[in-house]
């Protein structure tokens, strides 16, 4: 069974900080996703990642991808308010053909002024 | 505009009253699916479809049926609904294409508390 988990569960950071949340699967996959939620709202796709060692960037946030640890990481460069949210990883079923998606339990995000 | 519409978007109900949730796609997608969030659980996979007249149980169907008559639309029904199934519930869908990414579209959410 595929179990994915995310740490920090919390993550209170400062405006202008770095870090970085951490995502680890259980099972072989080769398909990893990155969203982002805003409190009561949908789920904003933000990364595809879709071989070992992807990566990718967009503004302050990069995505990695490292199959053989089975282990995602979101890295935060010099965190502003706005980037505020719950932030899932979702894992594919390796060679399923359902599209199935297996969420992490999210890690909420909270930037201070 | 590419999206996955829901409805309703807010529901307040009682038990045992069945109620349809609604949802449409207009990316003429193959897979669509329901997944239902609550605090400190994630997103769980409720049902799922890969194609019309194609559906299967995801790991919380219980409770919950579906249909998919069409391909742009993938109702989710509660027949006889109770308080556990309040929650807030996504209608995703995804291209199942041969070069697709497995992306998710997720739509806007439907809030449901049964009473």
């Known amino acids: 069974e595929l179990k994915v988990e995310q740490n920090p569960l919390f993550l209170s950071m400062q405006e202008g900080k770095n870090y970085t949340i951490y995502c680890n699967y259980s099972?072989?996959?080769?398909?990893l996703y990155w969203y982002r939620q805003d409190p009561g709202k949908s789920l904003e796709s933000l990364f595809v990642?879709?071989?070992?060692?992807a990566v990718k960037q967009e503004g302050r946030l990069m995505a990695s991808l490292d199959t053989k640890a089975r282990l995602s990481t979101l890295h935060i460069t010099a965190a502003v308010h706005d980037l505020s949210a719950t932030y899932f990883c979702a894992v594919a079923l390796y060679g399923g053909a359902t599209n199935k998606l297996i969420f992490g339990t999210g890690t909420l995000l909270a930037v201070q002024p | 505009e590419a999206q996955v519409t829901q409805n309703p978007r807010y529901l307040i109900t009682v038990t045992g009253k069945k109620l349809t949730v609604t949802c449409s796609q207009n990316?003429?997608?193959?897979?669509m699916s329901w997944y239902r969030q609550d605090p400190g659980l994630g997103l769980r996979q409720i049902y799922y479809s890969m194609n019309v007249e194609v559906t299967d149980k995801g790991d919380v169907p219980e409770g919950y049926k579906v249909s998919r008559k069409e391909k742009r639309n993938f109702p989710l029904i509660l027949e006889s609904p109770s308080p556990n199934q309040t929650s807030l519930y996504f209608c995703?869908?995804?291209?199942?294409?041969?070069?697709?990414?497995?992306?998710?579209?997720f739509g806007e959410g439907s809030r449901l508390t049964v009473l």
């Open positions: 990316m003429n997608h193959e897979y």
């Open positions: 990642l879709l071989s070992n060692g």
């Open positions: 099972t072989t996959s080769d398909r």
């Open positions: 995703a869908s995804s291209s199942s294409g041969g070069k697709n990414t497995g992306e998710l579209f």
